[in-house]
């Protein structure tokens, strides 16, 4: 680990102390469940060396360290995406700080566009697999022999089945599958979505992807969750927004938020 991971998470333990075994990264939609942090501490990336500073509109740029649901986690409001600066490692540093802290499970959430119509705005999706389209990869140039990182189990098996097991006890079973990461920030054409489709994605998405690889490359188990927010291009008939995204996120807030509380109360009984 970098000396900039160290250096952050000294600072953090230093604010609060404490072991954070849970770390999240929170996307559009979901970014007022940092609000929700009990005991919390809330540090600036500004005040981070080496973290990113979002340009996206609905993200908010903080770690906030403390109490959900009684369980102590560090939580990532706000990511960088690639398409800010060309840089698939962006999140390298905030992950290295997660690591740092202590996380050993990694939890990100984002906002995505689904190919199935059954799994339509609103709803959650949990993520079973990635296809990487964007051609890029946050391990370039890293030089240790454990650049060559296996992912054929890239999200977690059993951090999915606790995933599930939340959602079985709301009454409300929770879609699954293949989220295709495209570099955006334009979004896809209905020729790429209906490609998508046929290599066997299930939503799409701009996001998540490089930040699951290092957390991988980091030693932690992961899980990762979307909202829902649109049908891709040419599966709707109206034109994508980001205005779309961010309205329709909030009405996948309160399902989130319950499935994400659950779920760090299940693993922490691990
Ligand atoms: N495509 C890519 N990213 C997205 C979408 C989409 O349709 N919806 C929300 N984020």
């Known amino acids: 680990m970098s000396d900039i991971g160290q250096t952050c998470a000294q600072k953090i333990l230093e604010a609060r102390p404490g072991t954070y075994r849970i770390g999240m990264i929170l996307g559009s939609g979901l970014g007022s469940l940092a609000g929700e942090v009990e005991d919390a501490v809330r540090i600036p990336y500004t005040d981070l060396p080496g973290f990113p500073v979002s340009t996206v509109t609905s993200h908010s740029s903080e770690v906030v360290v403390g109490l959900l649901s009684g369980v102590p986690v560090a939580i990532l409001s706000g990511r960088a995406h690639f398409y800010e600066s060309g840089d698939p490692s962006v999140m390298r540093p905030a992950l290295e700080t997660l690591k740092g802290l202590g996380c050993e499970i990694l939890l990100a959430t984002n906002a995505a566009g689904s190919l199935r119509e ?4 609103g709803s959650p999706m949990l993520i079973s697999d990635h296809i990487n389209w964007s051609g890029r990869n946050p391990l370039i140039g890293e030089e240790s022999e454990s650049r060559f990182l296996d992912m054929s189990t890239a999200y977690d098996a059993d951090l999915r089945a606790a995933m599930h097991k939340v959602a079985g006890q709301t009454g409300e079973p929770l879609a699954e599958g293949v989220y295709m990461w495209f570099s955006g920030p334009s979004f896809e054409t209905p020729a790429e979505i209906r490609m998508a489709k046929t290599l066997g994605a299930d ?22 969750m979307s909202i829902i927010t649109n049908l891709g291009a040419g599966l709707q008939d109206h034109a994508l927004s980001h205005d779309e995204t961010k309205a329709v996120a909030l009405t996948g807030t309160d399902r989130m938020k319950q499935l994400v509380r659950g779920f760090v109360k299940e693993v922490s009984n691990d």
Do not use: D, N, Q, Y
């Open 203 to 224: 939503a799409v998405g701009m996001s998540t992807v490089p930040e699951v690889i290092m957390a991988r490359f980091l030693g932690m188990k992961v899980a990762a």
């Open 118 to 121: 059954e799994v339509g705005p």
